[in-house]
């Protein structure tokens, strides 16, 4: 079975401060990897997805993640984070090829200090 | 845009008390799926199905159902409601791999915050 570890609860950061949020996962076979994100009062929605090729995916508003096979790693980084980037940040895996069941991380709420 | 709609954004039941959840979905998604949401836990799934009239159990099932009688409708019912299933419940769905765009990717409802007392 697949799982995934976002080891901070919590990130507070000076707006305009570069942020990471941190992702490992466990599997034994080949997965697809997501960042989902989760505004106040609002469900999940997709922020960034890795499939395959490029290792190196991006989001439209500026945040990008790595795939590391290595270190089954997913981290996300956005090189100056916005007031507006507050919000909470899941980690999420699936099984490529399997029923798409999606296993989450415990999230990682990023609060952007003015 | 895909849309989920979830019918009750708040609800207070009583202990024992027989709850049911609606999600709907417009576009025609083959997989849904419930999730609860609690602080610290993340999402942890409780049902999903794939088709009509097929589920599957999650993480953690115990204490719920589901019914999925339409494409478009997924239900989760619990029986007799206890305080331990005070949380947020998110309905999401998506395309089955490769028949759409979009495909292996999670639209997810508002949610619907339930408080057993």
Known sequence: AQSVTQLDSQVPVFEEAPVELRCNYSSSVSVYLFWYVQYPNQGLQLLLKYLSGSTLVESINGFEAEFNKSQTSFHLRKPSVHISDTAEYFCAVMISGGYQKVTFGTGTKLQVIP | ?117
């Not at chain 2, 009583?14 to 999402?43: A, I």
């Not at chain 2, 478009?72 to 029986?79: A, Y």
């Open chain 2, 1 to 117: 845009d895909v849309k989920v709609t979830q019918s009750s954004r708040y609800l207070v039941k009583r202990t024992g008390e027989k709850v049911f959840l609606e999600c709907v979905q417009d576009m025609d998604h083959e997989n849904m799926f419930w999730y609860r949401q609690d602080p610290g836990l993340g999402l942890r799934l409780i049902y999903f199905s794939y088709d009509v009239k097929m589920k599957e159990k999650g993480d953690i099932p115990e204490g719920y159902s589901v019914s999925r009688e339409k494409k478009e409708r997924f239900s989760l019912i619990l029986e007799s409601a206890s305080t331990n299933q005070t949380s947020m419940y998110l309905c999401a769905s998506s395309p089955r791999t490769g028949a759409k765009p979009g495909a292996n990717v999670l639209t997810f409802g508002a949610g619907s915050r339930l408080t057993v007392l």
